[in-house]
């Protein structure tokens, strides 16, 4: 059983942590259930604090819920940094650790989403140079099959001129957790540490 002792994720926390709008704009209705778990069975808890030692291998992710069952649906979801290389300076925002795009909506919990859909960006977990960096997972819902371009520069990424480029819902489930370097971790709540 996965480990988890977070809060339910919603619109307020994602602007209570700044996601909106550091990241993007809005979130969609419903807002469906997306779990991220790394190793052991660790669940990101969306505005806990994970040690960086426990990020670093790709993490399995469940879609779960009515809506995930729709036979020809397809996602995109992706894993940025909004605070890199430090919050005060934040000149790579956002930095992209993952991007798997044309993920079927009958992607099983069991399932890998990196097997089922396409890994554009492979995964790269945080490394946090200076400062307590937020680690945002996004789902999008797609119109259809998309292409995308060979991304050779993680920095810069903008979460928003993708989604418009490659007709992208707004975020449709997510979710979050923060990190600092040296693992010092010092936040166990849901109060934004921003």
Known sequence: MAKNSGAPLNAELFKAWKIIPDVVDEVGDPFLDVRVLYRDQVEVASGLAMRVAQTQGKP??????????????????MMVDPDAPSPTNPTFRNFLHWLV???????????????????????????PPEGCHRYVFLLFKQKGEIMVDSIEDRKLFNVGDFMKQHQLSPPMGGSYFYAKSGDDLEHTGNQSPF
């Open 60 to 77: 399995h992710v469940e879609m779960r819920g009515r809506a995930f069952g729709s036979s020809g649906d397809l996602y995109t979801f």
């Open 101 to 127: 795009i044309n993920i079927p909506g009958q992607t099983p919990p069991t399932s890998e989403i990196w097997e089922t859909g396409k890994e554009m960006v492979p995964y790269m977990g945080p490394a």
